[in-house]
């Protein structure tokens, strides 16, 4: 009997660990796309506060819901569901913040980029 728990238990274990593995590459737009609204409103808040000393930190979080519409708008398109949220987050801020089209533009094409660089290695 201890011998049938012990393999129980350790079969158990496994199925946990391997559940806990990400099926993505990360937190990227088809992660995004999946979660709830009051989730990225979490999402949005918790990274504010985890970058307490930055502006853009404090940005976010005045501004969640304009951030989330940002994210949503940026993810509607299938060339950038593979760019991490972290560089998406940076995108849609420096767009919130009027940036130039054309350094926007620049920066996009250097997110996809790295993207379709990561899927060739």
Not at 16 to 26: H, R
Request: proline residues 2%.
């Amino acid at each position: 009997m201890k011998k049938y728990l012990a393999v129980l238990l350790t079969a158990g274990m496994c199925a946990t660990s391997m559940a806990a593995t990400p099926k993505t590459n990360g937190h990227n737009g088809v992660w995004w796309r999946q979660k709830s609204g009051l989730f990225k409103e979490a999402y949005i808040d918790g990274y504010s506060d985890g970058e307490k000393h930055d502006d853009r930190a404090q940005y976010e979080l005045e501004h969640v819901d304009q951030v989330i519409d940002g994210l949503n708008a940026f993810y509607r398109y299938a060339s950038n569901r593979g760019i991490r949220v972290e560089d998406a987050m940076d995108y849609v801020y420096n767009q919130l913040q009027g940036a130039p089209e054309t350094a926007l533009a620049t920066k996009l094409q250097m997110l996809r980029n790295a993207v379709a660089g990561s899927k060739a290695a």
